[in-house]
């Protein structure tokens, strides 16, 4: 199970990179694999404004379709445009190119209730 010790988690399994005032946020191995093969990534959120754990969008594998829940308040300003032709990258390098937005954060108190990767392997068992 690949756990970054660069990242923050989240108990709804999204890993965020923080750089500067920009958050990066994609979903973990372990909920890809948990999920199984990725199909569609759905994100009509773009340019707005969300609350920490307000919906973002949506992740659909070949079995179920998950919500994804902001992990910081701010605005989303982009999204990973080459998941629409290939979400399987979310399976391949969830870490890497399978990343879905940015986020530009508001509350940087907020940091705080994300995990680190010791506490995200402690709630997945690892």
Known sequence: MNVPVNLKYTKDHEWILIEGDVATVGITDFAQGELGDIVYVEVETLDETLDMEEVFGTVEA??????????LTGQIIEFNDSLESEPEKVNSDPYGDG?????????????EALLDDAAYKELIGA
């Open 99 to 111: 990343w879905m937005i940015k986020i530009k954060f508001t509350n940087p108190e907020e940091l």
């Open 62 to 71: 070949v079995k179920t379709v998950s919500d994804l829940f902001l992990p």
